[in-house]
């Protein structure tokens, strides 16, 4: 009877402790996630301030508070073309920063705004969170992600502030689970996207099979449409430059809400810098020799020439073309473009004697302008010059060597144009400022151009009774930029 | 006591040494027929900033930094000067008016301004930064003045050195221009108006040329900013183009050249300038009409459907006489039944 008893309650005690045991299991330590990371797309603070005395509507000046708690209490952090509401003014556009506590905006308010009302500029964007799981998370567990905010005011879009990162946070800008992505592979779902009011934001994905150990997850909040609205700096202790630091919780769950494996991963928002540079409007023009031998204008040069000049040395032989060319080349980030003009002082003179009037010739000691053919080209119009027994003088001709700057082209049919034709030395006079012609623009665009090269043909022929003598003028290049 | 050099070794430092000599002089030579050569092939300048804008009272003395650079790799030297210029196409090419008949005393600063130095040298991959003092008399009349500063290397052969050379040359002179735009403060005249809007008024295929022209007939140059739209014939937009901002000297017209709309346009539509230019917002508009037809495609469309429609009706037509010749044949098998009947 006594060892029936013994025996009895050896058996009760033991199936009290087994029963306590099985009711009450020892919660598992859980593991940590690992290769967590959280990323914010845009990780600007936003800009809060308040306004200053006020502003009334139609001003473009406002004036910002410079002490209290605000999370920005100077200009620093707003930049040119930021959008901010100023009180009951939303989506006003920063036209420049006056000062330290004064910007403009675009256009005028279209409603006063009243001392201390609230300036945002909100910074908003994806905020995404990977890490790879420890233990598998069996069917119909979940990960959940928890996001810091404010005690209040934490889903109505406007960024926030508070004394410290403890009691500041995201807004979760009515983000819904349309919102959301879960990790891709698997059968992942977005269960919620609750907004907190102090707590935390929290989003949960659940699976509905089972995720494998060691599994590389990803999860997004946000999206284009609707982005978490990144807090503005805390009010107290926040030295600008520095990144407010906020924990970001992560999760997985089995199907009873039992922890799993857990991490926190660290987002740190801050200050974007303005980067900003005056770049000059600038103007290259560069011009370079040919050597003799080299073809342009479907022409071979029959002289070097330099940069600074052609060196035609002497014209023994009589009805017969010498050609030279110069290589132009223009570079301008000027959004209006450029011009190349060319003229000469006059024509070529023997021992430089003025050759008055635009057709002086051989009778008056000069080698005249060509006229090209009987179609008498002159400085402003261009006709093919073939013929050098009939037609004497000095004239210039253009090739495109990169772009299509050239105000005509060799090859182009009469009259000379930028058209290639069937021409072959389509030329024109220089402008004869010794008669004031107007001179010519050879080179042009009407925008930026980077490295446009033309050829600037020169040819001269002359007749077997062209006085002996050395002769001589001066051409000129311009080059401007379009006014 | 001083050490007496080995007599063999003697002979053998003086043709090293005079080896070394030679080979200095050398390549002296060499690299100072090198550095003449490259200077005169290749002159590459850039000046900075292209244009600028400079505002001034009657009786002020301001400046404007212009920077002159040479890109090459050898020495440049040129004259430095200031002109005044003008625009005088439709294009905004600058003319200098160099000679004492172009002046142009309206829009004339030239000699308000001081340039620092007449001529310039400019180091290899270097600048040379240019300090322009400019002088506004105090009886400047409000309104713009342009001028151009411009370097200008080369160019400067002698005729001395031209006959002594005693063969024909044609010296060219290289010159690199920033352009000054200068206000002088007070009330400017701002009137400016279109001068010309076209478009084809047929066409048969889009996009539509328009060619427009704006003239100033201010004493300050405009930049006029607005759009050019294309409307249908109900109204609805169906294309616009911002009008490109550019510089309108005083009294010249600036050309502007758009393309509204796509390739299948179709009916008659609206193009409308609407652009605002000055300090007080005034506006410029205008409206041209134009027709858009593709006359051949539809040529071609309306045949087929004419060669269609007869076809149908040469099909029904068939179809037609062939029910009848069936119905024919029945009604004859139907008689030739009923007489068997019988």
């Known amino acids: 009877m006594k060892r029936t008893f013994v025996f009895l309650l050896s058996l009760f005690i033991f199936f009290l402790f087994l029963g306590f045991f099985f009711s009450r299991p020892t919660k598992l330590e859980s593991a940590s996630l690992t290769s967590a990371s959280a990323t914010l797309s845009n990780p600007r603070l936003s800009f809060y301030g308040a306004v200053n005395s006020g502003v009334s509507a139609g001003a473009t000046a406002v004036n910002i508070k410079t002490s209290g708690n605000y999370g920005d209490k100077n200009t620093n952090h707003l930049f040119p073309k930021d959008t901010v509401a100023v009180g009951p003014n939303g989506n006003f556009t920063v036209a420049s920063i006056v000062d330290s506590d004064t910007f403009m905006v675009g256009t005028g308010l279209s409603a006063p705004a009243s001392d201390g009302d609230a300036i945002y500029a909100t910074q908003s964007g994806t905020l995404t969170v990977a890490f790879t799981t420890t233990n598998a998370i069996p069917a119909n567990g979940d990960v959940i992600i928890t996001i810091p905010d404010p005690a209040t005011n934490g889903n109505d879009g406007a960024p926030d502030t508070a004394d410290s990162t403890t009691n500041n946070g995201f807004d979760f800008n009515s983000i819904t689970t349309s919102n959301i992505t879960c990790p891709t592979g698997g059968s992942w779902s977005v269960t919620s996207a609750t907004a907190g009011s102090g707590s935390g934001h929290t989003v949960v994905c659940t699976t509905s099979s089972e995720i494998a150990a060691s599994t590389t997850l990803s999860i997004g909040i946000g999206d284009t449409a609707v982005g978490l609205v990144n807090p503005a700096p805390i009010y107290s202790g926040h030295t600008q430059g520095l990144a407010d630091t906020y924990t970001i919780s992560v999760q997985t769950r089995d199907s009873g809400d039992i922890a799993i494996d857990d991490i926190e991963v660290k987002v740190a928002p801050v200050e974007a810098v303005l980067v900003s540079a005056t770049v000059d409007e600038t103007l290259t023009f560069q011009v370079q020799g040919i050597t003799s031998g080299t073809a342009a204008c479907g022409q071979t040069a029959d002289v070097t020439s330099t940069a600074y000049s052609i060196p035609w040395g002497t014209l023994s032989t009589a009805d017969t073309f010498s050609n030279a060319s110069q290589k132009l080349t223009v570079s301008t980030n000027a959004d209006g473009g450029y011009t190349v003009k060319i003229e000469e002082n006059d024509q070529m003179g023997k021992n430089g004697v003025t050759c008055v009037g635009a057709s002086a010739g051989e009778a008056n000691n000069c080698i005249e302008d060509t006229t090209c053919s009987s179609s008498s080209c002159d400085q402003a119009t261009g006709y093919g010059w073939t013929d050098a027994t009939t037609y004497h003088g000095l004239g210039y001709s253009l090739a495109n060597v990169s772009g299509s700057d050239a105000s005509f082209v060799y090859d182009s049919d009469d009259p000379c144009s930028t058209s290639a034709g069937a021409g072959t030395f389509c030329a024109k006079q220089f402008a004869d400022q010794e008669v004031s012609e107007t001179k010519a623009t050879i080179m042009s665009n009407n925008g930026p151009v980077s490295s446009k090269q033309v050829y600037v043909c020169y040819r001269i022929a002359i007749s077997a009774t062209q006085p002996a003598g050395y002769y001589y003028n001066k051409v000129k290049y311009t080059a401007t930029a379009t006014f | ?342």
């Open chain 2, 1 to 342: 006591m001083r050490k007496k050099l080995p007599k063999k070794s003697k002979p053998k430092i003086n043709v090293f040494l005079l080896i070394l000599l030679v080979a200095a002089l050398f390549f002296t030579i060499f690299f100072i027929f090198l550095s003449q050569t490259q200077a005169q092939n290749n002159v590459p300048l850039t000046v900075a900033p292209a244009r600028q804008e400079l505002l001034i009272k009657p009786g002020e003395k301001s400046a404007v930094i212009i920077k002159f650079l040479n890109q090459g790799t050898e020495a440049v030297s040129g004259n430095l000067k200031v002109t005044d210029f003008i625009v005088e196409d439709n294009e905004g090419s600058p003319t200098f008016l160099e000679g004492p008949t172009q002046l142009a005393p309206r829009f004339s600063a030239a000699s308000w301004v001081e340039l620092p130095y007449d001529k310039i040298t400019i180091a290899p991959k270097d600048k040379v930064l240019i300090q322009a003092k400019i002088n506004a008399p105090a009886d400047a009349q409000p309104g713009g003045r342009y001028i151009a500063i411009y370097f200008e290397p080369g160019g400067t052969v002698s005729e001395s050195t031209i006959s002594a050379n005693k063969e024909a040359v044609t010296p060219v002179a290289i010159r690199i221009a920033g352009l000054v735009s200068i206000r002088v403060q007070g009330p400017v005249e701002e009137s400016a108006y279109v001068v010309q809007m076209k478009a084809p008024r047929f066409l048969e295929y889009g996009p539509i040329p328009v060619k427009t022209q704006i003239m100033n007939r201010g004493n300050y140059h405009i930049k006029p900013k607005g759009t050019l739209s294309l409307l249908s014939i109900f109204g609805k937009q169906i294309d616009q183009q911002l009008l490109k901002e550019q510089n309108i000297f005083p009294d010249v017209a600036r050309a502007y050249d758009n393309n509204l709309g796509q390739k299948w346009m179709f009916g008659k539509y609206k193009i409308e300038l609407n652009a605002s230019y000055g300090e007080t917002g005034k506006v410029l508009t205008a409206v041209v009409f134009t027709w858009v037809f593709p006359w051949r495609i539809a040529l071609i469309i309306v045949l087929a459907i004419i060669i269609i429609i007869l076809l149908f009706a040469l099909l029904f037509h068939r179809i037609r006489k062939r029910e009848e010749m069936l119905e024919e044949k029945v009604e004859e098998l139907e008689e030739k039944l009923e007489e068997k009947e019988q």
